[in-house]
């Protein structure tokens, strides 16, 4: 597909195997470790999608979220969130932020390749 | 012999007017004797005289001559001489009285000289009682020697001389040997006593006089102090009889009796006002003893608790009305029986509360049971030690409590703090448990994502590396299976709570396991409550903790070889006094044992074999109805299987049922 996605989470375990499944599918991944580099990125490319971790050093999940909203060419981008934690509130928060789906991990990768598919669909 | 302090005062009286006028009257009756005596000595005296000179007279004359009447004498009868003339004449100029004389007889009767008779011979006269006086005269002169008197007293009367009334004549003589004269002069005594009987009179008049005085004293004492004595003496008799109403009144004012008679009557007053007054100070202490015993008997009456007490032999002596009620048996069937017949623990129990009272001298809050009509009561027992005004022990007194609601409060209020206890724990688990899933997710996802790709890369013919990934994939799912349920556990997925009765998720449950039930021959029972308060519930999750228990139970009938029964029901209940609802799951299975009952809620206990769940079931069951504000319950025996009883409070909005 060639779907530019900006991949970011603190933790590279997740980061590297998630980016080796993606492009495995044929996704074009970049990524970033904390919302800073991930927001550095984005203002400087575009991206058509972006998988984002809640809980990270610096900025939060949400944070960026927020922001990328904010920049206008990012106002329609489908916005994925990954947490570990996801109480009813989280998800509130979330969606209030921006958020397009959230999903809990640990996720299973089929499951996930799916949700991105849904998404970029229907944009 | 009867004392004079004795006598009462009027018989006091009498005894003294008699002892005065007795020695008085024999004092007067002897005066007047002696005077008497002595008037008669006197005036026989002058007759006395009389004779004593006419004799003497006559023994000086010589040569008197005097013719007598007797024929012998006649050497000397001769013409008298002048000697003889004197005295003559002297004889009869003797007068006594009015008409007493002297005169001369001889031994014979023969009168010589006389104003009347002489001549005569009256030697057989007699008086008027017939006796011959001269002739005793005459007998008894002849015996007289020298100067003696002989005195004589007759009654005569001298009818000559016109006497009509007899009177006492008295003659005194003496005898003149030498002439044979008898000289002798004699008078009415009545007229030489003449001056006797004025005095005699007038003695008289003094005795009676004196009579009448001590008399007229006697009765003066009388009136003016004996009875006003007596009166005020019968007064204080009957007032130390009781009878209060006294008050004397004398006639006197200001003498020593108006003193005794008013400080009597001040006294009466004063103690029948002091007896008034204690009467009534009696009468009201008397009413406040009353009350007062009215009070403390209502105390002990109204009280709940049970008082009784016992003698020193053991036997009850008293039981209120608490104890009657408390034990369920009558007042009569208390009193007089042993109390320890009445205690679980028997004498032994009795020995040792005594035991310890004798050490301590009372004893608080002593736990035991006492045994009642229908059951046995738990009690706390207050006791102390009865004892007279010397110190001696009389017996104990003893006040029970029944704390049966106590002991079920304790028991509520251990599951309760059992189960803060248990949820305290379990959150810090939780949270640890949170911790390390969440630190676990993301290698996990990690492992899972990389696990996908080499699965993806694998060649489909390479059966034996497939078979390796694929165990590795297991290994995942489980991992992930694992991390799930701990999540589950930690509660961090989202409970949705919304109005639901607790019969639809266990009802649903039941469902879902049914057929497996009926496979393995389990009789199942459904009680359920229809019309059920809500509880603000979360279905999905009270489904789960439905169908754990429902597993929990069937892998115990599984493997029993009893009968198979499964009891689900639903019933009106209560939380901490609130309304709630309970739902229950029995099965007839061999029971928990009773080492391993609460421990059965912890995480990661389990007496299934390894791989055949991981013990985190009944503590995520315990969770997710803590989060509902409710408590699982456990009661399990060998006999009766074991029951899971869920308790949650109802809606708070809404208590009653919909209808």
């Avoid at chain 2, 029944?402 to 189960?419: C, F, G, M, P, W």
């Avoid at chain 2, 899933?437 to 013919?461: F, R, V, W, Y």
Wanted: aromatic share 8%.
């Amino acid at each position: 597909m060639g779907c530019k996605i900006l991949l970011t989470d603190d933790d590279e375990l997740i980061v590297m195997s998630v980016e080796s499944m993606l492009e495995l599918e044929g996704y074009d991944v970049t990524t970033a470790y904390n919302g800073r580099e991930a927001l550095d990125k984005a203002s400087k490319n575009t991206y058509e999608l972006f998988v984002l971790d809640i809980i990270m050093p610096g900025m939060s999940g949400f944070e960026v979220c927020k922001a990328l909203r904010n920049l206008e060419k990012y106002a329609e981008t489908p916005i994925v969130m990954l947490t570990a934690k996801s109480t009813e509130l989280d998800r509130e928060k979330g969606f209030a932020m921006g958020a397009t789906r959230f999903l809990s991990k640990p996720i299973n990768p089929t499951e996930l390749l799916r949700v991105l598919e849904e998404v970029v669909l229907s944009k | 012999m009867i004392s004079f302090a004795n006598l009462k005062i009027r018989t006091k009286l009498v005894v003294v007017f008699f002892t005065v006028l007795l020695p008085l009257l024999t004092g007067e009756l002897l005066t007047l004797w002696y005077f008497q005596n002595t008037l008669q000595n006197a005036a026989e005296l002058e007759l006395t005289n009389v004779v004593k000179h006419l004799y003497r007279s006559s023994k000086l004359q010589k040569n008197c001559h005097f013719p007598s009447g007797s024929k012998e004498k006649t050497a000397k009868n001769q013409a008298p001489n002048a000697n003889t003339v004197f005295l003559e004449k002297l004889f009869l100029s003797y007068r006594i009285g009015k008409t007493g004389y002297a005169f001369v007889i001889d031994t014979r009767g023969n009168v010589i000289i006389h104003p009347a008779k002489k001549g005569q011979n009256i030697f057989d006269s007699r008086d008027l009682r017939g006796f011959q006086f001269i002739k005793e005269i005459c007998a008894r002169a002849e015996k007289m020697e020298g100067e003696a008197i002989g005195t004589i007293r007759y009654p005569w009367v001298n009818r000559e001389e016109g006497e009509t009334v007899p009177r006492m004549k008295i003659v005194k003589f003496m005898y003149l040997s030498k002439w044979d004269w008898i000289v002798a002069a004699g008078a009415y005594e009545e007229e030489i006593y003449a001056a006797v009987g004025p005095v005699e009179n007038y003695t008289f008049l003094l005795i009676v006089l004196s009579v009448f005085l001590v008399l007229f004293l006697t009765l003066a004492m009388n009136r003016f102090i004996t009875r006003p004595v007596v009166m005020i003496s019968k007064a204080a008799s009957r007032l130390a009889n009781g009878n209060l109403e006294q008050n004397v009144h004398v006639e006197s004012e200001r003498d020593e009796l108006a003193i005794l008679a008013n400080s009597f009557n001040k006294m009466a007053d004063q103690i029948r006002q002091e007896t008034e007054n204690l009467e009534r100070l009696v009468d009201n202490r008397t009413k406040e003893l009353k009350e007062s015993i009215e009070k403390y008997r209502n105390l002990v009456e109204s009280t709940v608790d049970g008082i009784v007490t016992s003698d020193r032999s053991g036997t009850i002596t008293f039981a209120n009305t608490g104890m009657v009620k408390m034990l369920g048996f009558e007042r009569d069937f208390l009193v007089g029986r042993k109390i320890w017949k009445f205690y679980v623990g028997g004498i032994e129990q009795a020995r040792s509360i005594m035991r310890l009272l004798k050490a301590e001298g009372n004893i608080t809050n002593y736990e035991q049971k006492l045994i009642a009509k229908d059951r046995n009561i738990p009690i706390f027992t207050s006791a102390s030690l009865l004892r007279d005004s010397e110190g001696k022990k009389t017996g104990s007194l003893g006040i029970f409590s029944d704390i049966s609601v106590r002991k079920k409060l304790e028991k509520d209020l251990q599951k309760a703090q059992a189960s803060i206890v248990q949820t305290m724990k379990l959150r810090a688990l939780g949270d640890l448990v949170a911790g390390v899933a969440h630190e676990i997710n993301n290698p996990l996802m990690a492992s899972t994502t990389m696990l996908h790709i080499i699965q993806k890369n694998l060649d489909g013919c390479d059966t034996k590396m497939n078979a390796r990934v694929d165990l590795l994939r297991k290994c995942n799912e489980r991992i992930t299976k694992i991390v799930n349920h701990l999540r589950e556990f930690s509660r961090q997925s989202v409970m949705e709570k919304a109005p639901i009765s607790i019969n639809e998720p266990l009802e649903n449950a039941l469902i879902i396991c049914t057929q497996q039930l009926l496979n393995m021959q389990v009789h199942v029972e459904k009680s359920f409550t229809e019309e059920l308060p809500l509880i603000m519930g979360d279905s999905n999750y009270l489904e789960q903790v439905s169908l754990d228990l429902i597993a929990n139970a069937r892998d115990a009938l599984e493997s029993c070889e009893c009968e198979k029964k499964l009891c689900v029901g639903s019933m009106l209940s209560e939380l901490d006094g609130k309304p709630a609802v309970a739902a229950f799951i029995q099965d007839s299975g061999p029971g928990i044992p009773q080492n391993i009952q609460d421990k059965i809620f912890e995480p990661f206990f389990t007496t299934k074999g390894a791989g055949k769940g991981t013990g985190l079931g009944l503590s995520i069951c315990y969770g997710i109805i803590e989060e509902h504000g409710g408590r699982i319950d456990l009661d399990s025996s060998p006999e009766n299987g074991t029951k899971f009883t869920i308790i949650i409070p109802c809606e708070s909005n809404r208590a009653e049922p919909i209808s």
